[in-house]
């Protein structure tokens, strides 16, 4: 990792305000040619993105593909429809201002930061990144740390690709993050831990920089008695152990239905199984947690409950095998921070208001997913909590569709993006309005004598 010195961050930011100053970034067939870029960089560099994740996380090819790779669909998602999201679009005037017409013109935002955090170090940063060209910016970002094979190639790449007064890179942990928010920036695009969001806010509060955090939080995943057993277990399954549970939005605990718990555990159980086969260490499908630290944090969490599936870990690998704990507490420490890891708690209910009053005890979530065919308990949930984002009957599976917004809500995060709500992110909309001179009425102004019933006529 080359460490970048304070003058050199300075000096990057200056050189992109000058390139975006130029306007070329504004010309939509600019933008146009830098998204298939970035889709080149993209399918000519497969394989060394695959590696660079095995390196990492020990990321299957499938799972580097369908979680990583599969950023080329929001490139291709922009490419499509960048001409139509950048025409600035007519707006309705009220009768009154008959003489005028209104429209709303999409601008870049000028030099933006991108933050990324290390569970998908590749996609979280190319998605966001679609958003930032797509609305015509210049951008400067920080991969992290903790995936420093993902990091090294994202910059090798982007330099060959990219010219750095357009997009650079800037690698390095805290103290180099630190260092970048400290100056001014025209949006931040953070995503990491809800503890670190803060930390990004106050920093752009200093300049008043918009920001778009992208945090975390427990995702609870409600299961009812109405469903299919076998497919429930499978997407519980694959949502919870994909990336060995490193997922923003991964169930992070199961609220069961009391008269199904049984079935559900045997039924996760058996897919384990079938996905992992009888020791998951030695599956080339399974992921490894991405540091010790990380490792001991979860480890903590196995002395919670009782364990009923797994539980098995081992240091040097960082492997911990895919586990369920029953009898949790609500106050034992997996159940008070968001987990992370593969490691599912098993709490039952057995009045639906008792799961929904848990839900809305805390924080809310960036995810909850509901599994019932129940059509009422479907509106009830909808009706009754709060989240970024649900998931019906399946999980994780939400984020893949271009035209669903992504994002938080409350200490879950700010803002959102993905297809066009990315493109928003970065743009500012600027209101246009404009007068004719064919005609000027003075109702309006001065002197106001015997106009105010007039006005008061109009306003309505
Ligand atoms: P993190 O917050 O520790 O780190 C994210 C980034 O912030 C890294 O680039 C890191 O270098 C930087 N950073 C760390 N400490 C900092 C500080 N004190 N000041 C400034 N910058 C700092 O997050 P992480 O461990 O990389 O990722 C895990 C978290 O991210 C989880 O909470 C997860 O839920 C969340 N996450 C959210 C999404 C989403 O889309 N909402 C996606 C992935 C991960």
Redesign the pocket.
Known sequence: MVTISTSKITEIIEQQRIFFHTGKTKDVNFRLKQLQKLKQLVTENTAAITQALKADLNKSEFEAYATEISSINEISYAIKNIKNWTKPKKADVPLDFFSYSAKIYPEPLGVVLI??????PFG?IISPLVGAIAAGNCAII?????APHTSNLVVELITKYFPSEYIAVVE???E???EL?ANKFDHIF????????K??MAAAAKHLTPVTL????KSPCIVDTDINLEHTARRITWGKFINSGQ???APDYLLVNQNIKQDLIAAIQKTLKEFYGDNPAQSPDYGRIISHRHFERLTKFLNNGKIVVGGETNFEEKYIAPTILDNVALTDTVMQE?I?GPILPVIEYTDIKDAIALINSQAKP?ALYLFTQNQPLQQRILQETSSGGVCINDTIMHIGVSSLP???VGD??IGSYHGKASFDTFSHYKSVLKNSFWLDLNWRYAPYKDKLSLLKKIIK
């Open positions: 933050i990324s955090p290390w569970n998908y979280l920080k991969p992290s740390e903790l390095g942990g805290v180099t993050s630190q928010l953070f995503t990491g831990g809800t503890s670190i969001g930390i990004v992208e945090l975390g939080g997922t923003c939005v968001e992370f960036l992504f994002g938080g879950s995060g």
